[in-house]
């Protein structure tokens, strides 16, 4: 029994799952293979399948302007009184009390 050819058709539309294909159908990520792999489990990669990325030489004169502005600065955490910064467990359990409460 198969639906009627306009459902078959609305159907080819629709992105394939693993519910609607039997058993051994692997949907990927559509990455692309950045190698091999091995009969011992390993894998080996091929660098002429890698992909490189070239930046312009000039990039001041460059036309194209990033996302975000390039007047962002960092923004840095402020922890004076603690020595080890923000991994210190001092920090961390005042925090939590300022924000849960005490207990």
């Known amino acids: 029994m198969q639906p009627t050819q306009a459902l078959q058709k609305a ?3 629709l992105p394939l799952t693993t519910k609607d294909i039997n ?3 692997y949907k ?5 293979s950045m190698g091999r792999h091995t009969k011992f489990g390993g894998y080996v990669i091929d660098w002429d399948k890698v992909r490189t990325y070239v930046v312009p030489a ?3 004169s460059f036309k194209l ?8 600065h960092p923004t840095k955490g402020r ?3 603690y020595a080890m910064g923000p991994k ?3 920090f ?5 009390k300022a924000e849960n409460g005490l207990d």
Do not use: H, I, M, N
């Open 23 to 25: 058993k051994g159908f």
């Open 58 to 60: 000039d990039l001041d």
């Open 88 to 90: 210190s467990p001092e």
């Open 79 to 81: 922890y004076q009184g």
């Open 28 to 32: 990927g990520t559509r990455t692309g």
């Open 92 to 96: 961390y359990l005042d925090r939590w």
């Open 11 to 13: 159907f080819r539309k």
């Open 65 to 72: 302007t990033p996302f975000v502005t390039r007047k962002v």
